[in-house]
């Protein structure tokens, strides 16, 4: 979408399940667009594809056909079609200036925002010719107009733009006309309204509610294995010794056993396996011990798909803020790795923020961002937030202030998603 502290050295070894964001390779050119990747809640509140949406650099400036297909290219948005739906905003000139059939996968949506002005022979042909190059085409709805004009393959609805009764009527509409036809509703403010959305049996959800908590859940709790994890990531911190480290993770079988299969991994070729749970720790070490502990916190008794999403977003956060500051001062982005990975923890678990920074000792300016919103890292962690939302214009106000240019904000929010997958599904 992703460590504190990492391993200082970079060609120090590191297990498997723990592994650092790869290092960075200056892009050929400086990106023209920034495309955004929000994500598409389907019913079971997990991730089940992206929306892109393309934002100019340069206020003002229109995003053209060809500058959009690099973009696209840039990031591989037909290979990730290939297992998992995206959709693709367009405008028909933008269709027109390029070829996008290189741009296509198997599950590739293309809404065509302009599509309900258009005469009806224009219809007719692009829905052929995009159709004819792979992709399925994906309408809004405008409520002024009947539910289902087009011969289309999905139809784009804002959840707010009308009463829920008419809603209920024009969806009942819609499915007996065209019962295959997918339904992708925007502008879903909380779980509750995706709960809705999902009685409407609609296939997809987009807002920013992914972040927020659910307040029809029942309030959560700090569970054991969790708590364990939280005195062993306070002992890091305070140095312990190996020996009291792991008569804490003795009192949960589950972070024994995978300190052990880490400490195994081929990665280090033992000659012989390890079985006591302190050789382990030291061959370990204290920085990829830190770095596992802390994802820990939300792969531990993490079951609904809800929590794999909120994951994949706090993994972002993450990744993003180390990546900003990676280069200039290591210490810092450490620290900006825990908050960005910490920064939703709340949201999981269903526990206040003080709550759970009581049973953590963090960095000062750490727990002043993720408490008040205040202090020297609260500009990083609001910088995250804008990105995640698709909010450029006020992401690159703040990067201006925190000296990092909109090239390097873009490389390390690319660099992010694409960790923060491959680190969720590891």
């Not at 892009?27 to 495309?35: H, R, S, T, V, Y």
């Not at 598409?40 to 892109?52: E, F, K, N, T, V």
């Not at 590739?108 to 992709?135: K, N, S, V, W, Y």
């Not at 660099?415 to 599904?425: G, P, Q, R």
Request: glycine share 4%; net charge neutral; proline share 8%.
């Amino acid at each position: 979408m992703q460590r504190p502290p990492p391993p200082r050295n970079p060609a120090q070894r590191r297990p498997p399940s723990v592994r650092p964001l790869p290092p960075r390779r200056p892009p050929p050119a400086a990106p023209k667009l920034f495309i955004g990747w929000n994500e598409m809640i389907d019913a079971q509140g997990g991730i089940g594809g992206y929306r892109l949406l393309p934002r100019t650099l340069n206020p003002g400036q229109r995003i053209t056909g060809p500058a959009l297909l690099d973009a696209l290219t840039r990031e591989q948005a037909a290979r990730y079609a290939e297992t998992r739906p995206l959709l693709l905003p367009l405008t028909l000139a933008q269709w027109q200036e390029a070829d996008f059939k290189t741009a296509v996968g198997r599950q590739t949506f293309i809404l065509i925002e302009d599509f309900p002005e258009l005469d009806t022979a224009t219809q007719q042909q692009l829905t052929q010719h995009i159709r004819g190059c792979g992709a399925k085409l994906v309408a809004p709805r405008r409520i002024d107009q009947a539910p289902l004009p087009w011969d289309v393959d999905a139809l784009l609805i804002d959840f707010h733009a009308e009463p829920l009764t008419q809603l209920e009527s024009v969806v009942r509409t819609v499915r007996q006309q065209n019962p295959a036809l997918r339904l992708f509703m925007t502008e879903v403010a909380s779980w509750s309204e995706h709960r809705l959305c999902r009685n409407l049996n609609a296939d997809f959800c987009l807002g920013d509610f992914a972040t927020t908590r659910d307040e029809q859940a029942p309030a959560g709790r700090i569970s054991e294995s969790r708590m364990v994890v939280m005195e062993m990531l306070n002992q890091l911190r305070q140095e312990s010794d190996p020996g009291a480290l792991a008569a804490t993770a003795m009192r949960d079988p589950a972070v024994v056993v995978k300190l052990i299969d880490m400490a195994n991994s081929p990665v280090y070729g033992l000659p012989r396996k390890i079985a006591r749970l302190e050789e382990a720790l030291m061959l370990l070490g204290s920085d990829a011990l830190y770095r596992w502990l802390s994802i820990a916190l939300y792969h531990l008794d993490a079951n609904s798909a809800r929590d794999r999403t909120i994951l994949v977003l706090s993994l972002c956060r993450a990744g993003l803020l180390e990546s900003l500051l990676r280069e200039r001062d290591k210490r810092s982005a450490d620290e900006l790795f825990l908050l960005g990975l910490l920064s939703l923890l709340d949201v999981m678990l269903g526990v206040p923020m003080p709550a759970l920074l009581a049973n953590l000792r963090l960095p000062e300016k750490v727990t002043l961002a993720l408490l008040r919103n205040e202090g020297a890292y609260a500009p990083y962690l609001q910088l995250a937030i804008a990105l995640e939302r698709c909010r450029l214009d006020h992401a690159v106000i703040l990067a201006a202030s925190l000296q990092i240019s909109p090239a390097h904000l873009v490389d390390c929010y690319r660099e992010a998603l694409s960790w923060a997958s491959a680190e969720a599904n590891h």
